[in-house]
């Protein structure tokens, strides 16, 4: 193997080697401008995280399974998993050994870009060219996966459906003229290296062309063109690529070392926020997984949108969409890049907020709904709002409490405060304040050491908000369970066949999944839903939407109860008392909350 | 003049001609789910801050609906948008909504 040319160059690299110098620029600019953005405490958090050997084992980690081998779409759509990774994993794997090749044969040449990417226009065989027999196999067999890949990426414009995508996104302009120049890379690339072939050598690919072409196509001229061509397309990808939602690629390895090092976004726009908006792929797994995609009309509504107007900076669309979101998290739950999008809607909420009318609070400083503890109770059972609506909760409840034989007293038994999670879903943390503060008066004044809470809209924000020294936080499907285990209370298998709804706030929202299954395998038959866990359904009722006008609820409430209905159960059961409240009226089957069920089922264990 | 014990109120009637609903037309389209309303007072009766304050949904729409702003908008301060009116309710109106819409609205002045 040796060097065809002495110069080591040719014109034809320069479309690839502006671009790359453009793009590497770039880079570096947006890396540095992000670096900067990002407030004192989180800078200096990120640049030890680079010199922590724990977390810089997690990155590559992250970087290997994440960007290259897209394990967590492999789980979910494998044939779309392989899609995207034999074009990433495949791609890389080429400029890997296109580098290896250059620095074991052209050590001098090392340092050069574009040489591992144009090799074999710059090589020639010799006899000793079985040497790099295997290097040239694998480059072959790299460009395969990766056009076997693209093949599949065509097909998935035309019918995604193949691929487990019912939709996919709207693809913008430079979205497009960046698709079609990364389509044509790599033919392209195989015809460059099958012209090649005859001079540099190949493999069973390259090669195969060659001879293939020889016998029609035999004259040397068609070489150049065709790497000129090749070199093109890649200029035209990399000149696109900051513009278009190809930037992922480069931005989710930076948004990798920022999300081990810890770092949230706390703000819509900068900093780690910018990272994040730029490591959106606009793969559109946001789109089936959003509750509101059972109208047609709302698809305009997924997340995918949401980050690519916020990327642009249309504050009239992407306030509508932040408006319009039920906070739900199944389109953060199921996104390969783990993009939070929910918050980003949340701040936007927080940042866009304009109110003439200031609130006034002042009043909860007389509310007093608890009472001073004389037996000191254990228990503190906070029901809420929303638990005051659906009093079978309550009632249950208590029957429960009683029957294991607890210290309990109620928070909220005539009325209470709000928990404060509304309002902060609403854009308006500073006035949740004022809930949160006296809530915290209260339950501290109670003597209670565990706090039990009937509604996980409430659980979440007692959990992540408040600061309860010494409190417990419990939800009740934690606490049933826990009693049940320790013999507390008794209970009885019926003969019903069930289904759990997982409410929104409970499972994507505080990752309690086992607890109420384990509570109801006991009680009942429990079947499985359509969509389950972290891919349950939104009941439609939720407060984290603020402009979704009843009739487009309704639809998603009858989209959710037809997906638990797909084992055919005879009850429908939940631990939410607003997935109560909404699916009753919409449900053919009785929809009951966890404490009921328990409570029909169960027995004091002295009697 | 002699003290009785009697005296005039201020007259209650509004006047649809004089009344002032450019603030009511912008709430409306921020929220066409205000004119649903038929006063069946369900979100008051089912209200958190209620129990502790004037806040009264019914009454602030018929109130606003009828251009006495001034009466109206006081008793919104206290919500804490916990959404149970909306449950309630039997015409659907997105009443958090309504009520983050009539605080962008108006301004009490």
């Known amino acids: 193997m040796k060097e065809r040319f002495a110069s080591g160059y040719n014109d034809f690299v320069l479309p690839f080697m502006l671009s790359m110098i453009f793009i590497l620029v770039y880079l570096l600019v947006a890396i540095i401008r992000v670096i900067i953005q990002l407030p004192p405490k989180d800078r200096k958090r990120y640049l030890l995280s680079l010199i922590n050997p724990v977390i810089l084992v997690k990155d590559i980690k992250d970087i290997i399974c994440d960007v290259l081998l897209h394990v967590k779409i492999w789980k979910r759509k494998p044939l779309l998993g392989y899609m995207h990774s034999s074009i990433a994993f495949g791609w890389f794997m080429i400029i890997l050994i296109g580098h290896i090749e250059t620095f074991l044969y052209v050590p001098e040449r090392a340092g050069l870009l574009y040489y591992p990417i144009f090799f074999r226009f710059f090589m020639m065989e010799t006899n000793h060219t079985l040497q790099g027999a295997l290097l040239f196999f694998l480059m072959d067999f790299f460009l395969l996966v990766i056009l076997s890949g693209i093949a599949l990426a065509m097909f998935k414009r035309i019918r995604s459906r193949a691929l487990g995508m019912r939709r996919t996104t709207r693809t913008t302009l430079p979205d497009k003229i960046a698709m079609y120049a990364l389509w044509a890379i790599f033919p392209l690339r195989l015809l460059a290296e099958g012209f090649t072939a005859g001079i540099s050598g190949g493999s069973f690919l390259t090669k195969s062309v060659w001879l293939l072409f020889s016998n029609f196509l035999s004259n040397d001229y068609h070489i150049l063109p065709t790497w000129w061509a090749y070199s093109i397309a890649l200029g035209t990808f990399f000149f696109c690529l900051p513009f278009t939602r190809y930037m992922h690629i480069p931005t989710e390895i930076f948004f990798i070392t920022l999300k081990n090092a810890g770092i949230k976004s706390w703000h819509p726009r900068k900093g780690y926020a910018l990272a994040e908006i730029y490591s959106c792929s606009s793969c559109g797994m946001c789109i089936d997984a959003c509750p509101m995609n059972a109208q047609k009309k709302n698809l305009k509504y997924s997340s995918v949108y949401f980050i690519r107007f916020l990327r642009r900076r249309n504050r009239r669309k992407m306030e509508e969409i932040a408006d319009k979101c039920l906070q739900c998290g199944k389109c953060v739950a199921v996104c390969p890049v783990e993009v939070d999008s929910c918050r980003l809607k949340l701040l936007s909420r927080e940042r866009h907020r304009d109110g003439k009318i200031k609130a006034d609070y002042t009043y909860l400083q007389r509310v007093n709904t608890v009472e001073p503890a004389e037996k000191r109770p254990k228990v503190l059972y906070y029901a809420g709002c929303m638990s005051q609506l659906t009093p079978s909760i309550g009632k249950a409840m208590g029957s429960l409490l009683d029957k294991a034989s607890v210290e309990w007293s109620p928070m909220d038994k005539d009325g209470g405060i709000c928990c404060g999670r509304p309002l902060i879903l609403s854009g308006r943390r500073e006035e949740a304040q004022a809930m949160i503060q006296r809530n915290t008066e209260l339950i501290l004044a109670s003597g209670a050491d565990t706090l039990l809470v009937t509604c996980p809209i409430c659980f979440k924000v007692f959990r992540e908000e408040y600061n309860l020294p010494g409190i417990r936080v419990v939800h009740h499907s934690q606490y049933l369970n826990e009693l049940v285990k320790s013999g507390a209370l008794k209970v009885e298998k019926e003969d019903t066949r069930m289904v759990y709804h997982d409410p929104c706030e409970l499972g994507r929202g505080c990752g309690i999944y086992e607890e109420p299954r384990e509570l109801l395998s006991k009680v009942c038959e429990l079947v499985p839903a359509g969509h389950e866990r972290d891919e349950s359904i939104c009941c439609g009722g939720s407060v984290g939407s603020i402009t979704l006008s009843h009739e487009e609820r309704v639809h998603i409430t009858d989209a959710a109860v037809e997906d638990l209905m797909t084992n055919h159960p005879q009850e429908i059961v939940t631990a939410c008392p607003l997935c109560l409240k909404t699916f009753s009226p919409r449900s053919a089957k009785k929809v009951r909350d966890l404490a009921e069920v328990i409570d029909r089922c169960s027995t004091s264990p002295e009697k | ?109």
């Open chain 2, 1 to 109: 003049m002699i003290d009785f014990g009697y005296g005039l109120t201020p007259s209650s009637a509004i006047d649809l001609d004089k009344m002032d609903r450019t603030h009511f037309e912008i709430l409306i389209r921020r929220e066409p789910d205000v004119l649903k309303c038929m006063a069946c007072g369900s979100c008051a009766a089912s209200c958190t801050a209620g129990v502790y304050t004037t806040m009264n949904l019914r009454k602030g729409i018929l109130l606003l609906s009828r251009g006495q702003e001034k009466s109206a908008l006081e008793q919104f301060r206290s919500c804490m948008l916990c959404g149970k009116c909306q449950l309630v309710c039997p015409r659907g109106i997105n009443t958090r909504n309504l009520i983050l819409s009539i605080l962008k609205t108006y301004s009490i002045q």
